[in-house]
């Protein structure tokens, strides 16, 4: 169900990306009484927003042409690339004086190539990728970390509010990519590390709920630990976000860390890890599935 909470906006937004991450906050922005356009190659789900009051957009250029804010949320760089550039794309189709916002996870490379394409035309440009699960998009409970402009920032804080619980401006340049990305590589490289941790514990005899409540209760029980706690237990690997996802984003990590003349060996081995297991049958569960192939390699069989 989406947030619930007083209509008080009319602004109109164009949105772009209707996936697991950018359904639910069209949701939000519905229910909080903006007036939203928006695009998505999935029909069906263009109209599941459209039934719930947002108003339909036949290309990403039309979106671009409808709102003075306009926003995407979408799986890489070509996508972004695709999107945002060219004769067809926001950039190009943006009103005077527009601000184009994308909240997705993509390298700082793709996203200053936006960014120098909205300088030359004129377009407010933020970076302002998202952390938080699915279930915290559809309670407007996300973290928005956004760079840019501040002025173009200011413009589009009222949506963000409507959409998540914190936001975070950190500088007026890629800071915000930067910042997503460094908090990707602690979440997974997490899941690799407690999957290595519970590993050891079960071939030295531990039970495994009984690891998992003591874990919980240790000083590495971090935030993320403790919501991951209960599914573990359960084994329940429902994907909140897929080890093919986790694999694209260590890409992205030590890709970023190569150009910017920063080690990054420990993200090299959790990408290693999760490349390994995401050509397999663990590609579509959720990300902490990884301790699945640390017990296979340790010679345990669930």
């Excluded at 697991?20 to 909080?32: E, F, Q």
Aim: aromatic share 6%.
């Amino acid at each position: 169900m989406p947030h619930t909470q007083e209509k008080q906006h009319t602004q109109t937004v164009g949105w772009i990306g209707l996936g697991k991450m950018g359904s639910p906050i069209v949701r939000n922005l519905l229910a909080a009484g903006f007036d939203v356009t928006v695009y998505d190659v999935d029909t069906a789900r263009v109209d599941e927003a459209v039934g719930l009051g947002a108003r339909r957009a036949e290309d990403v250029a039309s979106v671009a042409r409808s709102a003075p804010l306009v926003f995407s949320i979408i799986p890489d760089d070509d996508v972004l690339r695709k999107v945002a550039l060219g004769t067809h794309g926001v950039i190009e189709n943006a009103n005077d004086g527009a601000v184009y916002i994308d909240m997705s996870t993509v390298s700082p490379t793709a996203s200053g190539e936006v960014r120098e394409a909205a300088r030359k035309r004129g377009v407010g440009y933020i970076c302002a990728p998202v952390s938080g699960s699915t279930v915290l998009a559809g309670n407007a409970q996300l973290t928005v970390f956004a760079s840019g402009a501040k002025e173009a920032y200011g413009r589009a804080l009222p949506v963000f509010q409507a959409m998540s619980a914190r936001q975070y401006y950190v500088g007026e340049d890629q800071q915000a990519r930067y910042l997503k990305l460094a908090i990707n590589h602690l979440v997974g490289s997490t899941a690799v590390l407690l999957a290595e941790a519970l590993t050891l514990g079960t071939k030295g005899g531990l039970d495994w709920a009984e690891m998992l409540d003591v874990i919980g209760d240790s000083v590495a029980a971090s935030p993320l630990v403790k919501y991951k706690l209960d599914p573990l237990k359960k084994r329940d690997f429902s994907p909140a976000f897929s080890s093919r996802q986790m694999l694209k984003d260590m890409s992205l990590v030590v890709d970023a860390g190569v150009e910017a003349g920063v080690p990054m060996a420990a993200a090299a081995l959790v990408r290693e890890q999760f490349s390994h297991y995401a050509q397999g049958d663990g590609a579509e569960l959720d990300f902490f599935s990884i301790v699945r192939a640390v017990e296979a390699q340790a010679g345990l069989t669930r």
